[in-house]
């Protein structure tokens, strides 16, 4: 079994974090979760993707502000960019106990929007934690939330982007059926029952999501490391179109799986051994 251990970061230290590594990791994989989700979610998935991926692995992941064992009201994440500047944080502690290893980043859902907003603007997020981190060796965006799954045309997405910063704290939403996450009914039990799981979400972050979404969508070209792309077939909860938009506008060196029998949560349903594997495959042939 992989070591874990457990680790405070971001920008005031407090956000709750958890790494699992086989011995002598060469890479590590740097999960961010989705809206309402938490890392601890995640630990059987860091064990499997550590022994499939061919070379030695580390993956780590964190709570986000207002999710899991990290510090906030539920829903109320704070400033979007905030939310980078955590990664990038969290990037620069891994970095110090585990130098001159490639870093991974991995979002799924929320998490892929923010992953790949910060891999765009890695460069002055760093220096605003002074730090600036090597490029990420590649993206895994799993069912990133870049549009909700009937897009907004774009007026309405600068409207949403200016509504965000003119009344930013109200919180709303109510708990995503778990069926649109996932077909697994043991999965959607531990679901119902797990007490860190929410689905609040406050104006601003809702409509900056959205905004940015539209805003890497209009960049993909401008990622200029590998990226995966992996998407259930059969997901509710966002636009897929906007998907495979971003992998046409990515170019060759992006890639993109598509599960034809997974829903949003594609690694709590059933093709999870599937999707873990696919990751590890393209993990491993990366170029070190």
């Known amino acids: 079994m992989p070591v874990h251990e457990t680790f405070r970061t971001g920008r005031e230290r407090r ?19 989705g809206l309402g989700d938490h890392s601890g979610r995640y630990e059987s998935f860091a064990t499997s993707l550590i022994s499939d991926t061919e070379i030695p692995l580390a993956v780590a992941a964190f709570d986000l ?26 990037r620069r502690d891994l970095g110090r106990t585990m130098p001159s290893i490639p870093q991974i980043l ?32 590649g993206l895994i965006l799993a069912a990133p939330m870049l549009q909700p799954p009937k897009p907004l045309p774009r007026p309405m997405v600068f409207a949403a ?35 860190n799981l929410h689905g609040r979400i406050s ?5 900056q999501l959205v905004s940015q979404g539209r805003w890497v969508l209009d960049r993909a070209r401008d990622i200029h490391c590998p990226v ?15 998907i495979e938009n971003m992998v ?7 890639q993109e799986l598509s599960l034809e029998k997974s829903r949003h949560s594609m690694f709590h349903d059933v ?18």
Request: charged residues 20%; negative net charge; aromatic residues 8%.
């Open 65 to 90: 502000p207002g999710h899991g064992k990290s510090a906030g009201k539920p829903g109320s994440a704070g400033w979007y960019f905030n939310l980078l500047h955590d990664i990038a944080v969290v």
């Open 248 to 254: 046409i506008r990515g170019g060759e060196h992006f």
């Open 106 to 137: 991995m979002g799924h859902s929320m998490g892929g929007n923010l992953v790949a907003n910060y891999a765009l603007r890695r460069r002055k997020i760093d220096l605003a934690v002074d730090e600036v981190t090597d490029p990420p060796a």
């Open 161 to 195: 982007w200016a509504t965000g910063y003119l009344a930013p704290f109200i919180r709303f939403g109510s708990p995503v059926s778990v069926e649109h996450l996932t077909s697994d009914r043991v999965e959607q039990e531990h679901m119902l029952s797990d007490r």
């Open 271 to 288: 093709e999870r051994v599937e999707a873990i594997q696919s990751c590890a495959n393209w993990i491993s042939n990366l170029t070190w």
């Open 203 to 207: 104006l601003h972050l809702a409509t």
């Open 228 to 242: 995966l792309m992996v998407r259930g077939a059969l997901d509710p909860l966002i636009d897929n179109s906007a």
């Open 15 to 33: 956000l709750h974090g958890q790494c699992w590594s086989a011995d002598h990791p060469k890479a590590l994989v740097i999960l961010v979760h």
